[in-house]
T-cell receptor, first 111, second 114 residues
Framework: KQEVTQIPAALSVPEGENLVLNCSFT??????LQWFRQDPGKGLTSLLL?????REQTSGRLNASLDKSSGRSTLYIAASQPGDSATYLC??????????FGDGTTLTVKP | DAGVIQSPRHEVTEMGQEVTLRCKPI?????LFWYRQTMMRGLELLIY????????DSGMPEDRFSAKMPNASFSTLKIQPSEPRDSAVYFC????????????FGSGTRLTVV
């Protein structure tokens, strides 16, 4: 059974810092991995999708990497802003199409 | 594209009542997913459909829960009878195909059973 862990559960940084969020998974037989952002009381917004054959994806200040062999993905946020404050979730999708979500990392960026 | 549309946004009902949640996926997406999110258990996949056919319903917690997808543009999740422990946010998501070429989520339905 796939297990997805996100550490830390919460992170607080001053504005302008670069930061890394971690996602680890136990079964490396994945189809793809997706990072989401969730604001309080809102739905999930897709940030980046990495196919299993890819090593990384970039969008603006965000960069996500994937290392299947070690069961890890990271989300790098450059020059953080208060508007980046949210909960970030990673989802691992198996070859059978089943998704497993981590519990998320709640990020607070202080002005 | 209006994205994945869920209704209602909020639902408050009394224990024992039937609750029906609705979802309209993105046009052209072949797969539809129902999730439940709670503080205790996080985000859980309840069921997913591919081409209107239920593929995996192993996440459906009890027989009180049922889901249908009568056509490519509409799905329902029904709880009958509802219980207070069903209180959660229910999300619907769709993707272009069953193996998840990226999920798009709806805004969710916040269900409160009193």
């Amino acid at each position: 059974k796939q297990e997805v862990t996100q550490i830390p559960a919460a992170l607080s940084v001053p504005e302008g810092e670069n930061l890394v969020l971690n996602c680890s998974f136990t079964d490396s037989a994945i189809y793809n991995l997706q990072w989401f952002r969730q604001d309080p009381g809102k739905g999930l917004t897709s940030l980046l999708l990495i196919q299993s054959s890819q090593r990384e994806q970039t969008s603006g200040r965000l960069n996500a990497s994937l290392d299947k062999s070690s069961g890890r993905s990271t989300l790098y946020i450059a020059a953080s802003q208060p508007g980046d404050s949210a909960t970030y979730l990673c989802a691992v999708i198996s070859n059978a199409g089943k998704s497993t979500f981590g519990d998320g990392t709640t990020l607070t960026v202080k002005p | 594209d209006a994205g994945v549309i869920q209704s209602p946004r909020h639902e408050v009902t009394e224990m024992g009542q039937e609750v029906t949640l609705r979802c309209k996926p993105i046009s052209g997406h072949n797969s539809l997913f129902w999730y439940r999110q709670t503080m205790m258990r996080g985000l859980e996949l309840l069921i997913y459909f591919n081409n209107n056919v239920p593929i995996d319903d192993s996440g459906m917690p009890e027989d009180r829960f049922s889901a249908k997808m009568p056509n490519a543009s509409f799905s329902t999740l029904k709880i009958q009878p509802s219980e207070p422990r069903d209180s959660a946010v229910y999300f619907c998501a769709s993707s272009p195909n069953g193996q998840g070429d990226g999920y798009t989520f709806g805004s969710g339905t916040r269900l409160t059973v009193v």
